[in-house]
């Protein structure tokens, strides 16, 4: 009863947020037309020019970050067919598709898909279940280790070493959650601070020339 009630709950949350999020999407123009109008209405220029700028860069970057998030899905759902095919574990094209769906998650996706794949070779074949526990981690591993922070890191601009960093920190401190939003906030942060450190080396480079001349 309790299982019922708990999938009932969450397929309803589903529902209302999925209805919330095409209401948004519908009267997105919209809606930023009157939130900028409150902005330049309540908030003096100088801080409505800087929100601006965070938002815009926030936007950049999480759009960059979920097209990398599915680019590298797709690489690894892709990999793992192939390699399932090679080997001949049962089933390569259902568990290999539904990989690539999980490692929508960041770094611990790939192994719940692998637990499902597992159990659906397992009724097969035992010794191959076995077998393709070891194929998967051996692959997640480059996964998380290669692949992740070069496709996604590349795509939002962020160096692998800080992907890494990132998805460390945000898993431990907000656990699945945590990784999805830990690379792209880490990145607009990045980002930011680049500029910020950019505006101000302009700014002092004419003041540097200006005390060469005298």
């Known amino acids: 009863m309790y299982i019922v009630s708990t999938i009932s709950s969450i397929a309803v949350t589903a529902v ?9 999407l519908s009267g997105r123009e919209k809606l930023f037309h009157q939130f900028q109008t409150l902005a330049r209405t309540y908030l003096n220029e100088k801080f409505y020019k800087g929100m601006c700028v965070v938002l815009k860069t926030a936007h950049d970057t999480f759009t960059k970050f ?34 690539g769906a999980t490692a929508l998650l960041p770094v611990v996706g790939a ?8 159990f659906m070779i397992f009724t097969i074949d035992p010794l191959k279940a076995l077998g393709f526990l070891i194929f998967i981690a051996i692959l997640q591993q480059l996964e998380g280790n290669l ?3 070069r496709v996604v ?6 160096p692998g070493i800080w992907v890494l960093a ?18 792209p ?6 980002k930011l601070l680049q500029k910020d ?5 302009a700014a002092l480079q004419p003041k540097k020339e200006e005390g060469l001349s005298h």
């Open 197 to 201: 450190v950019q505006k101000r080396k």
């Open 153 to 158: 890191g590349s795509s939002v601009g962020l």
């Open 111 to 118: 192994y719940l898909g692998a637990a499902v794949g597992a």
């Open 147 to 149: 692949i992740y922070p």
């Open 185 to 190: 906030v880490t990145a607009t942060l990045y």
């Open 16 to 24: 209302v947020a999925l209805i919330f999020s095409i209401y948004i």
């Open 66 to 99: 979920i097209i990398g998030q599915c680019t590298e899905a797709v690489i690894l759902g892709t990999l793992c067919t192939i390699g399932m095919l090679l080997f001949r574990f049962p089933y390569a094209t259902m568990v290999g598709t539904l990989i």
């Open 166 to 183: 990132a998805v460390t920190v945000g898993g431990g401190l907000g656990g699945i959650i945590g990784m999805l939003l830990a690379v």
